[in-house]
């Protein structure tokens, strides 16, 4: 690694986040360490796997297509490939932070951390894209989303280059005007109304912002999670009065996707809900949540 | 970490999981609460008021509350545990694309619809031999032909299409479908699920066919029950079909079958639902009710398909006590999918049942013209007046008589007067077809053909002569075998005998039954070792394959070990001027083992006499062994639905010879 001696930050970032768009980012931003710092709990947080991070750089890439929104939600659950994007993306703008400017850094591991297990994952790359400014917490469940963007994955890199770090968002786009009128209505917004376990619930003041957001992880996890099923399922074949019972309960159709899951690996096919998403209109209808007409303004 | 580590290792107890699970399962991320925006606000203070509702680390909530991590790791994981619920994967794969979850359109995993005992315990009885499953599909017989997907078929494509007619006017397949559906809701309201036994007993009505189709939209089976059938058959199929639901006229004179019905709740225990057609019944259901119904089937109530049983029918018994015979789409509408095309019904035809449609024969009329789109025209009960009427009045193309309804209609003079030109085919099936009723139908026809069909409850059509066949091979066999059928006349040994020499009439192929229902014993008999079903009935082939059956194999008299087949005699002896009718039975004998008794309905002011038949039969060439040895002489013969005698029931009441 050739190091650099003279980096201008403000240069830099301006290169990284041509990079990153250039790789298929859609937005790119730098979050205040300090408050990352502060607000990650002990063992989360990035120095935590790299002592010398000074930036940490989140970045988003584009959601589903309005196609995949109307497509049935069990054919969505093979979209979950989506998220790879931006991890290579992240992995690719961590090589480039390296070769062009000769500085330490790190794509960030995504998935859960080791010792915690599912569910609780080594660094909060929501926290990461928040406070960079690329998303905001929304109701439901604190899915972060985009006002231009919509719903986007998200993937983070750390380095030692030390880069301006952006502010979070002066506005949380959730709940959106329709989701409001809604409340209103009904008491809930569409991503509470429609969730097939009803994980979501929440309040919104007078100005139409966000109270209370309560989501309900563990019922959630039951739906699209499996991987906490195959402990389950095979206790509950173990248990079983008799042997029709306990082959039922393993061959179930259901469940021999969650053998082939897990046997191979398959985490990009942990099929999501997603009916939080298709019922709402920042994920689905914001400016630019469409790649078609992203291509359109761009050009 | 945990991984690995035993309990003792880590230090907690069943008591600690107790203790510290709820605790440490809500201070987790597995309920979190956000209260405003602190972290896009970096409202520190906030976010740390708040930590322990957004969500704790292990590590958090060991210092919180004085363990060390692994420990709540290990104590989460169980509580996680303990209350995971499996299953709600299911419903990902039953939201549909664009559509928002509705609550009340899902069914959870463990509320989703299971099928009874009685149910599981007929499909069980559909167990058929692998290989033949194979060849019937590889073969093309076996598709998934369901008579809901007929009728939806039917009522999309061809809407305003008759789907039946009587006297009254038509109903086309849309309005059909409609109550179909509504009625299957109802049903469904009144407690019928799929796999149910749902027996009914009505005349050739709208209301059965629409009964019929709606019980197999729902998946249920119908089992039929004979107008004629009272208090003692009914109870005894009802209970052996352990039905469900019962379906039936509000009175058959002054006899009412749902009234009766409601009374019998503690001896059919198995029978829930009494629904009345006509009348109101107190206490029972009102078919009007049902079929107006607005309730639709629940999401998670499976559509029918073809290895779904529909049917459980139960066999004329003639020889013994019924039998009850279970059947599913893949043997039925198979059958009668490939017989719509041998017997030429197109859409636009009309198809006329003379036989009730508690019999499986007129179901076979029935459910090719669904197949087709023809419309079924309603015979509610037959008359040789009220069948020759409707003929002329309906306008059938296809008529599915027995050849005792012609013969009555014949022997009433009201053939030759009636216009039987819509006509363009007239099966005949259900019992022995004398030639010469064939060569009497068939020049009143004016171009239209005759067909003999032999079938039984446990294949429906086994055997037919085809439009192309000659006069002579109408008039003298039951033709070949339906397509995908094979039949063979075997021996005692289950050797095929040569062509021409009698045997019993042996098969096998895509619509004979696997078994009767409940009834082991009966169904080791119905078999040979090779699998071929034995029809009891009596036969020969020609060159060509065509059969002529001459009996049944229980018709057979044994006279001192000298054995002959007593529906040749009777054949005989109904062409005896005098004879309106005669059956022939074995009586015991000390001496011979067996002797022939000839049960008689004389026409009105004939004298026959035992002497007088015996003369006859010696003029025709019968060798003297043959001769009847004793004479009963009767108003009438106990017939089946479809006008067969029932010999069992047939015993002398005088001992003279």
Redesign the interface.
């Known amino acids: 690694m050739g190091l650099t001696g003279n980096v201008d930050p403000a240069v830099a970032k301006v290169e990284i986040i041509a990079y990153a768009k250039k790789r298929g980012a859609l937005a790119v931003g730098v979050a ?1 360490l300090d ?1 990352i710092e ?2 990650a ?4 947080r990035p120095t935590d796997i790299m002592p010398r991070v000074k930036s940490v750089i989140a970045l988003g890439v584009g959601g589903q297509t309005q196609g995949a ?7 969505i ?1 093979y979209f979950g490939s989506t998220e790879t994007r931006a991890y290579s993306c992240a992995y690719g703008l961590a090589f480039f932070i390296e070769s062009k400017f000769g500085i330490p850094s790190i794509y960030c591991p995504p998935d859960m951390d ?4 599912p ?2 994952p080594l660094q909060s790359l929501k ?1 990461h894209a ?2 960079a400014g690329i998303g ?2 929304s109701l439901a ?2 899915i972060l989303l985009h006002p231009e963007f919509g719903y986007m994955y998200f993937a983070s890199v750390f380095t030692e280059l030390e880069l301006p770090a952006d502010a ?2 002066a506005e ?1 786009p959730c709940p959106a005007p329709s989701c409001i009128d809604m409340y209103r209505k009904i008491g809930q917004t ?1 991503c509470m ?6 994980c979501l619930s929440g309040t919104i003041d007078p100005q139409g ?10 019922a959630c996890a ?3 999670q ?1 991987y ?2 195959v ?3 095979l ?2 074949a173990l248990a079983a009065e008799d042997e029709a019972r306990r082959t039922d309960t393993l061959f179930d159709p ?1 469940h021999k ?2 053998w082939y899951k897990m046997s191979v690996g398959s985490g990009g096919l942990l ?1 999501q ?1 997603f ?1 939080c998403m ?2 709402c209109p920042i994920a689905t209808r914001a400016p630019q949540a469409d790649p078609i007409r992203r291509a359109k303004i761009s050009t | 970490m945990t991984r690995g580590l035993t309990r003792a290792q880590l230090g907690v107890t069943d008591a600690m999981i107790a203790s510290y699970g709820e605790t440490i399962f809500k201070l987790s991320n597995n309920h979190q609460i956000r209260r405003g925006d602190p972290i896009r606000l970096r409202d520190f203070t906030a976010i740390e008021a708040h930590r322990h509702e957004l969500g704790m680390s292990d590590a958090q909530i060991a210092e919180r509350l004085g363990l060390n991590p692994t420990q709540v790791t290990f104590i989460r994981n169980m509580e996680e545990r303990r209350r995971f619920r499996t299953g709600h994967y299911h419903m990902l794969n039953r939201l549909g694309g664009g559509k928002r979850f509705r609550a009340e359109r899902m069914t959870p995993y463990q509320d989703h619809f299971r099928y009874s005992e009685d149910a599981l315990a007929m499909r069980a009885g559909l167990a058929f031999d692998p290989a033949r499953v194979r060849a019937y599909v590889e073969g093309g017989y076996w598709r998934n032909d369901t008579l809901r997907g007929w009728l939806v078929r039917q009522a999309k494509t061809n809407p305003a299409g008759k789907a039946v007619v009587d006297a009254s006017g038509a109903v086309t397949y849309g309005h059909v479908a409609r109550s179909v559906e509504a009625l299957a809701g109802g049903l469904y309201q009144a407690g019928v699920r799929p796999g149910d036994v749902v027996a009914v007993q009505l005349l050739n009505t709208l209301e059965y066919v629409e009964s019929f189709l709606a019980i197999s939209w729902l998946g249920a089976v119908m089992t039929t029950l004979y107008t004629t059938f009272r208090e003692a058959e009914l109870a005894t199929q009802l209970r052996h079909s352990k039905a469900r639901a019962l379906i039936a006229a509000s009175s058959f004179g002054p006899f009412s079958p749902p009234a009766w019905a409601q009374q019998q709740k503690e001896s059919l225990p198995s029978l829930k639902s009494v629904i009345a057609v006509g009348a109101p019944v107190k206490g029972a259901l009102a078919y009007k009710d049902l079929v107006n119904s607005d309730v639709a089937l629940p999401a998670d109530v499976p559509e029918p398909t073809a290895a779904d049983p529909f049917l459980l029918l139960y066999t004329s018994g003639t020889t013994s006590s019924p039998k009850g015979v279970p059947l599913n789409s893949h043997q039925m509408l198979t059958n009668a999918r490939l017989g719509t095309i041998e017997h030429n019904i197109r859409v636009g035809d009309i198809v006329l049942s003379a036989a009730p449609f508690g019999h499986l024969y007129a179901l076979y009329s029935v459910k090719m013209a669904l197949c087709a789109g023809a419309a079924v025209a309603l015979l509610p009960q037959f008359s040789p007046a009220d069948l020759t009427k409707c003929i002329e009045g309906q306008r059938p193309t296809h008529l599915f008589a027995g050849p005792a309804h012609l013969a009555a209609c014949e022997g009433a003079g009201l053939l030759a007067r009636t216009d039987l030109s819509s006509l363009r085919l007239v099966v005949l099936s259900g019992a022995a077809v004398p030639p010469d009723l064939v060569r009497t139908v068939e020049p009143r026809l004016h171009g239209g053909s005759l067909c003999q069909l032999w079938g039984m409850t446990e294949l429906q059509a086994g055997l037919y002569t085809r439009l192309s066949d000659a006069a002579e091979i109408v008039a003298t066999t039951a033709g070949r075998p339906s397509p995908g059928t094979e039949v063979r006349i075997a021996d005692e040994k289950g050797a095929s005998v040569p062509t021409g020499e009698e045997g019993e009439l042996q098969v096998r192929g895509p619509s004979v039954f696997v078994g009767y229902y409940a009834n082991p014993e009966a169904t080791a008999q119905a078999f040979t070792t090779d699998g071929w079903f034995r029809s009891g009935d009596v036969a020969r082939m020609d060159g060509a394959g065509n059969v002529t059956l001459s009996g049944r194999i229980k018709d057979i008299i044994n006279r001192g070990g000298v054995k002959y087949n007593a529906q040749e005699i009777e054949l005989l002896i109904e062409r005896m001027p005098g004879v309106a009718q005669c059956a022939i039975a074995p009586v015991s004998d000390p001496r011979l083992g067996e002797r022939a008794c000839c049960y008689l309905v004389p026409r009105p002011g004939a004298q026959i006499t035992l002497k007088a038949i015996g003369s006859f039969l010696l003029a025709q060439g019968i060798a003297k062994y043959k001769l009847p040895e004793q004479l009963e002489l009767r108003s009438e013969l106990p017939m089946t639905a479809t006008r067969k005698v029932i010999k069992g029931h047939l015993k002398p009441q005088s001992p003279t010879v």
């Not at chain 1, 929104?69 to 054919?75: D, F, Q």
């Open positions: 205040d408050a502060r607000i709990p002990p063992g989360h929104w109307s497509v049935p939600a069990k054919a659950a080791n010792e915690s297990g569910r609780v926290l928040e406070l905001a917490r469940g604190d979070p968002m949380n569409p109304k429609f969730c097939p376990v009803q912002r966000q109270v209370e957001m309560h989501y309900d992880m563990a039951e739906m699209s499996q906490e099923a402990p389950a399922l206790a509950e259901d996707m969650l099929a809900c009916e298709r019922a």
